[in-house]
């Protein structure tokens, strides 16, 4: 072809011509007439364009844009088994314990007896095995309380798997549940509340990752506010409406740790804020430091509300303490007076 000459006196393809771009054979007979032919090629284009966008996108794209959708999770026959505790049932009394206040762990609590229902054991077998969990649970050891010792070398493995990968456990836990009492997740409330995207806003793969979202902040948030008592460690504050379940190390700079409790702080939503820009944080010890910056500030709130943080210790939570590395981390990578 001379390319010269199609680019100086360009001319409208043929249909013919625009067939064999398609991919058709020269053999190939166009059955209608040239305009509807050029009106069905047309439209057919936009399936080639979007496919080489899309392969071009995907050979562009980074690890880490990347998204993770909910796969299904097949109930094991014997997740009803009234002999051993299986290792499911177990995943699933430690799903349930990361969430509640561990005050409210005995046989009574609805939440307990829900799940002791769908596995086929006694409120107060499930009760027992939390505590049994909570024998392994460093916060609650330290803190004088033994839970009920008799941990088996299954609880322990059952623990070490959820601290190696809490997105998949917390996920894969969730959708047994869903299957188990034929509930959905429409009503798992959203870090945040306010307007949320419904389901069934979405559909297919996108729908999929929705879900996913939503369950893992669902569980991020009620294991950390559970492990405070539902209280912000810094002011005292107990409305939930108000209370947020603050990354110590954000989101976006560690996977691996998006879900960890222990990587978490019951915060109001203006201490959320303040740490968030690294306008407070935490001493090793969990000694609150307030900046310089708003230190130097007049404004009245701030003189009355943070300023008489600076010095003093977070409420210590029941379970889930803040891991040093990450109150370390936050403290030399956001908090404002070190990046100057």
Known sequence: MDWASVWFNPRRSTPCECARWMGFPDTFK????D????????EASVVRMVQAVCILRASITSPK????AVSPVIVPQYIMATGLWTKEQIKLA?????????????????????????????????????????SIDPAVVSSGRAGLGNASSLDRAVWDEFHSDWERLAVECQMLRQQLDKDTVDGLEPE????????EDFTGETRQVVTAQRIKQHFFRRAVLS???????????????????????PWSSDKANRLNPSNGLCLSAIHDRAFDKGLICLADDFTIIVSEDLRRSKDVFV?????????????????FAPQPEFVAWHRNSIFVDNQK
């Open 30 to 33: 166009i059955p209608v007439l």
């Open 35 to 42: 305009t509807q032919a050029y009106r069905l090629f047309s």
């Open 65 to 68: 844009e990347s998204v993770e």
């Open 94 to 134: 430690f799903h349930l314990y990361c969430q509640l206040p561990y005050g409210r762990i005995h046989g009574r609590n609805p939440e307990i007896m829900a799940l002791a229902k769908v596995i086929g054991r006694t409120a107060d077998a499930v009760a027992m095995k939390m505590l049994n969990l909570a």
């Open 192 to 199: 945040g509340g306010g307007d949320v995207l419904a389901q």
């Open 227 to 249: 492990s405070y008592r539902n209280r912000c460690c810094m002011s005292g504050l107990t409305d939930s409406r108000l209370l947020i379940a603050s990354h110590i190390v």
């Open 303 to 319: 003189k009355d509300v943070l300023l008489p943080l600076n010095g003093q210790k977070i409420e210590p939570p029941e379970r």
